[in-house]
């Protein structure tokens, strides 16, 4: 932003879009003179947030209209749910986003959860007003709202379960009305998760679960391995665990046998991205005891059921479907599931945060400390 800001000038308008979980800084504010996120989690409307912006910056450039963007914000990693907005309070604040849209100097509401794998100063929930006129009276809708999420803080919607947890509950799991899905958030490619964390699968081969898939497994090492050898064939690998083992556990060493190879070329049918084409590069499927494992070369988190079915998997038809995501999977898997359970790992973005690293963020803030106001 600041370095279109030093090419287009003061004068020239500047829309943005965001995904909700942006960590929205004041220079952000100060820069763009529009922000517009996506309201949904898992993120349905980006293509209406787009046309949205294009819509504000129109009016903007056309003289109709004279905006700027205001912010406010909380001591805290994240909203306590990071957005969702099938359940929970989120429901009722885009609501009230949505409401307060309709004010004729309100031009797009934004209520950001924020992003607490990011170590950066201005970290956190933020509500922004994108608007003219009353700003006494839009700050003062903003502090409602960010108020709600701070009242709200220990109001956790997700159970988190272990990876042993997880695997107890699905190998005794009756898929009468649809697989049961385990989502691992720790290790979600998605927000910054390496994608190789082996804690889940092994607790899933340990506890003999059949009928299973698991995806993504990124370990690109291990895919050239298998794209040399023959279909078919058994083969011994040491799988996952390589980035960093303290996230997640190392390398497993499995045997199988290799049931296909791929490009990793895919392009989704299901509610997030539909027509959209992705990769996840060489590619290879290994089926070890009662578990077909994804085997990728490039970390994409699991959005849509093409990213098993191209490869010969077929979620719908499996007792177990565990896979690598946080949230946005609801979108595509929820669907089919008979249950939806939520698994912690221990990988890199572990919602225990108080096992990470910090060096940047604000002190005091929620969770880390214990703050008052």
Same mark, same amino acid.
């Given at each position: 932003l600041?370095?279109i800001?030093?090419?287009?000038?003061e004068d020239?308008p500047?829309?943005?879009?965001?995904?909700p979980?942006?960590n929205?800084s004041n220079?952000?504010?100060?820069?763009a003179?529009t922000?517009v996120s996506f309201k949904?989690y898992?993120?349905?409307?980006?293509?209406d947030?787009g046309?949205?912006a294009g819509e504000?910056?129109h009016?903007?450039m056309?003289g109709?209209?004279?905006?700027r963007?205001i912010?406010v914000?909380r001591?805290?990693?994240e909203e306590?749910?990071g957005?969702?907005?099938?359940?929970?309070?989120?429901?009722?604040?885009?609501?009230a986003?949505r409401a307060y849209?309709e004010?004729?100097?309100?031009? *797009?509401?934004?209520v /950001? !959860?924020? #992003?607490?794998?990011?170590?950066?100063? $201005? @970290?956190?929930?933020?509500?922004?007003v994108?608007?003219q006129?009353d700003?006494a009276a839009?700050?003062?809708?903003?502090?409602?709202?960010?108020?709600?999420i701070w009242n709200r803080?220990h109001?956790?919607?997700n159970d988190?379960?272990?990876?042993?947890?997880?695997?107890?509950i699905?190998?005794?799991?009756k898929p009468?009305?649809g697989?049961?899905?385990?989502a691992d958030y720790?290790?979600?490619?998605?927000?910054?998760?390496?994608g190789?964390?082996?804690?889940?699968?092994g607790a899933?081969l340990a *506890?003999?679960?059949? /009928? !299973?898939? #698991?995806g993504?497994m990124v370990d690109s $090492? @291990?895919a050239?391995e298998?794209?040399?050898?023959v279909?078919?064939?058994?083969v011994?690998i040491?799988?996952?665990g390589?980035t960093?083992s303290r996230?997640?556990?190392?390398?497993?060493?499995?045997?199988g046998?290799l049931?296909?190879?791929s490009?990793g070329?895919?392009t989704?049918?299901?509610?997030?991205i539909?027509?959209?084409s992705?990769s996840?590069?060489?590619?290879a499927?290994?089926?070890?005891g009662g578990v077909?494992?994804?085997?990728?070369?490039?970390?994409?988190?699991m959005?849509?059921l093409?990213?098993f079915?191209?490869?010969g998997?077929?979620?719908?038809?499996?007792g177990? @479907?565990?896979?690598?995501?946080?949230h946005?999977f609801r979108?595509a898997?929820?669907?089919i599931?008979?249950k939806?359970?939520?698994?912690?790992s221990?990988?890199?973005?572990t919602?225990r945060y108080?096992r990470?690293?910090?060096?940047n963020?604000?002190?005091?803030?929620?969770?880390?400390d214990q703050?008052?106001?």
């Amino acid at each position: 932003l600041r370095r279109i800001r030093n090419v287009v000038g003061e004068d020239m308008p500047i829309a943005i879009t965001l995904d909700p979980h942006a960590n929205v800084s004041n220079q952000m504010c100060a820069l763009a003179d529009t922000i517009v996120s996506f309201k949904t989690y898992p993120h349905l409307d980006m293509r209406d947030t787009g046309r949205q912006a294009g819509e504000i910056l129109h009016r903007t450039m056309a003289g109709e209209i004279r905006l700027r963007t205001i912010r406010v914000s909380r001591p805290m990693l994240e909203e306590v749910n990071g957005g969702r907005n099938d359940i929970g309070p989120m429901i009722q604040r885009i609501a009230a986003e949505r409401a307060y849209e309709e004010r004729a100097d309100v031009f *797009a509401v934004s209520v /950001n !959860a924020g #992003f607490a794998s990011a170590d950066v100063a $201005e @970290v956190g929930p933020t509500v922004l007003v994108t608007g003219q006129g009353d700003f006494a009276a839009h700050a003062a809708f903003a502090e409602e709202i960010a108020d709600d999420i701070w009242n709200r803080r220990h109001d956790v919607l997700n159970d988190y379960l272990s990876a042993h947890e997880a695997a107890a509950i699905a190998a005794t799991y009756k898929p009468d009305e649809g697989p049961i899905v385990i989502a691992d958030y720790a290790d979600n490619p998605g927000a910054g998760g390496y994608g190789d964390s082996t804690d889940l699968l092994g607790a899933l081969l340990a *506890a003999g679960v059949s /009928n !299973a898939c #698991f995806g993504p497994m990124v370990d690109s $090492e @291990v895919a050239r391995e298998l794209h040399r050898a023959v279909l078919g064939e058994r083969v011994v690998i040491a799988l996952g665990g390589k980035t960093d083992s303290r996230f997640g556990g190392g390398p497993l060493t499995l045997e199988g046998e290799l049931v296909s190879i791929s490009d990793g070329r895919f392009t989704g049918d299901g509610p997030m991205i539909g027509g959209l084409s992705g990769s996840f590069g060489p590619t290879a499927i290994l089926r070890v005891g009662g578990v077909e494992i994804l085997i990728v070369s490039v970390a994409r988190q699991m959005l849509d059921l093409q990213q098993f079915k191209t490869f010969g998997i077929d979620p719908q038809g499996k007792g177990v @479907v565990a896979i690598k995501s946080m949230h946005h999977f609801r979108a595509a898997f929820e669907p089919i599931a008979g249950k939806v359970i939520v698994c912690d790992s221990g990988a890199l973005c572990t919602p225990r945060y108080d096992r990470l690293p910090y060096r940047n963020v604000p002190i005091p803030i929620f969770p880390l400390d214990q703050v008052e106001s």
